[in-house]
């Protein structure tokens, strides 16, 4: 079993920087593909970035190309959503996954195994 803890979400004007942390407990090893997700109110959870099992592939929304980055540190068994010039748009809840046993990296929320219990982000304009 695997749990995931986020946080460092949190209120924040548009421009704005955050970084997010997802930290994983329990049998999780570098043969774990992770992902961040997000969902607004009224709307479905939508893929934010995703990192493969060995770190060396990262995947993003284009809505967060070039704002976000992914990353992980396998020593901490923890992954970062380092997001850059925030809008009122990234408001949501963020959301981390891990998905067992793929070298590729999930874009859909359902190929995902485990899941944290989000941490909320509020960007005001």
């Known amino acids: 079993q695997v749990q995931l803890v986020e946080s460092g979400g949190g209120v924040v004007q548009a421009g704005d920087s955050l970084r997010l942390s997802c930290a994983a407990s329990?049998?999780?090893?570098?043969?774990?593909?992770m992902g961040w997700f997000r969902q607004a109110p009224g709307k479905e959870r939508e893929f934010v970035a995703g990192?493969?099992?060995?770190?060396?592939?990262?995947y993003y929304a284009d809505s967060v190309k070039g704002r976000f980055t992914i990353s992980r540190d396998f020593a901490k068994n923890t992954v970062f959503l380092q997001m850059h010039i925030l809008l009122p748009e990234d408001t949501a809840v963020y959301y981390c996954a891990a998905r067992r046993g793929v070298v590729y990296t999930p874009q859909s929320q359902y190929e995902y195994d485990y899941w944290g219990r989000g941490t909320q982000v509020t960007v005001s304009s």
């Open positions: 329990g049998r999780i090893s570098s043969n774990y593909a």
């Open positions: 990192i493969n099992w060995g770190g060396g592939s990262t």
